[in-house]
């Protein structure tokens, strides 16, 4: 039970009926020419830029018709102007859903016939490909915006005055889809009301010690649940500013960390900057802190990372479905290897096959509980109940082992994942696409040890007896027309049969100790 003096209950409680976006509002800082956003170059724009800008996104799109509930699907690179969209969706009720700018034809098809969104928001160099999906779709809206913030929807919002009256929501009216595979391998919309952001958002704004004058440099892309959630509500709850870089490059970030306070990344971010000898003390001079989490940290890169810069990594644990779970504490002891302590209002437990908790110190299957847990699957109630337990647990799908002090370590997965480079890759997705490839008979798809992606994707197949022309190199040129780069396997391996259990299952754990050693 959350104990009473608990400020994030507190909060919560009183806001209970409002707008993720009315929340933050409370938090503007007071004076609306504070800067918001600076961009690489030292411009910025203010908070009233926030408030003029999500007002115009979010009257445009309700004069286009769309009602609360509707979806408007997102996939631009990032931009100041896209985390503006994103907050004009909010104060129109409107349900935003971000998707990675790296999905080919075929994965938009999906997410646009399984989430129907009543706009679609892309590159200008997408429209006409986005104009000839819509033909066979009741998509009628279809506006560009890019990284320089310029597009048709930029055009069609120049008229409109900077007011809005940010709409009234219920705690739980669903603010975001994000989708996640979860086993199946089809990507299923996890959906996130209003209250799981601003619960979570309250607890790691508190977790964090966020303080004024605090600027967070911002290198992770705006469609997942990191850069988006974490980073960005935790400066907008704060009142103060980011810096925004396009995307992770390690000089840039070495050249502007010194004008921040807060960095947040995933493993592959510190790896990366810790092989660059000009990365260290000096560069960290006003650091508080360094975040990682959706993939987990070595101990060798938190080792690594203490002895050149005298500060310590706080790794925290979350997903898609739940925000953040754990995290390890600002004050007190950051254990590497693990993922720390519950956040407030989170219950988190480790369970055997039965569902009973285990002892400390036992591996088991971690589950949550806790207003940060969304609503559900989008339109799939039954994969939505077996996810969770009768008293309310959610069932991650993650291995774990919690010690005497409630510290989580997370040790393994029991969904069949891969992530790379903070990027979730799911194994049987891939396996579909490979085995549709002329001259396939089957296909495995694994995750192997990579010294920059933390895991990398392979894929070992077995020819058919006329597809011995096969090659590698025709396997990725033909998987890169089909899906996002960053899922396509880095080698694939011809092998004469894969190795199956008495059930006829592939034996995935003999490949991954097979093909372990492959690091580059
Ligand atoms: C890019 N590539 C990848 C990749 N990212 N391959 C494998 N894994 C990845 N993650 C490939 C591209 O397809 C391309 O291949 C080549 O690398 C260069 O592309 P790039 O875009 O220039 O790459 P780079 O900028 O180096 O990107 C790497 C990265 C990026 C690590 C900086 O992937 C990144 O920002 N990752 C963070 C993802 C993230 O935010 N995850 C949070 C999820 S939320 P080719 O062959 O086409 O040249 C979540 C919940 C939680 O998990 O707990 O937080
Ligand atoms: P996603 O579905 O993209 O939200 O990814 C969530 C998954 O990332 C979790 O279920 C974990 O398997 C993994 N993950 C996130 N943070 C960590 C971490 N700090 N350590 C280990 N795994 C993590």
Known sequence: MTPPHDPVKKTRVRIVKANLYNLFRERFPESLTDAFIEIPGGDYLSYGDLERESARYATFLTGLGLKPGDRVAVQIEKSPQALFLYLGCLRAGLIYLPLNPAY?????EYYLDDAEPGAVICRSSDLDGMHELARTRALQHIYSLDANGQGSLTE????IDGKYNTCEVAPDDIAVLIYTSGTTGRPKGAMLTHANLYTNALALHQAWGWRAGDVLLHALPLFHVHGLFVACHCVLLNGTKMI???????????SSLPKATVFMGVPTFYT???ADPAFGRETCRHMRLFTSGSAPLLVQTFDEFRARTGLEILERYGMTETGMNTSNPLEGPRRPGT????LPGVSVRIVDEREAEVQADTVGQLQVKGDNVFKGYWRLPEKTAEE?????YFRTGDLARKDNDGYVSIVGRAKDLIISGGLNIYPKEIE????????VLESAVIGVPHPDFGEAVIAII??????????????????KNLIAGFKVPKQVFFVPGLPRNTMGKVQKNLLRDRYADLSS
């Open 272 to 274: 990366r900057l810790l």
């Open 388 to 392: 969770f337990t009768a008293d309310g």
């Open 339 to 342: 993922v720390g302590t519950p």
């Open 462 to 479: 077995v020819r058919k007896p006329e597809g011995t022309s096969l090659t590698e190199d025709g396997v990725i040129a033909a998987l």
């Open 432 to 439: 579909s696409y490979l085995d549709k490839i002329d001259g």
């Open 244 to 254: 925004l870089l396009p995307k992770f490059d390690v000089a840039t970030i070495i």
């Open 104 to 108: 080919r034809r075929a994965e938009m």
């Open 156 to 159: 069609a919002c120049q008229p």
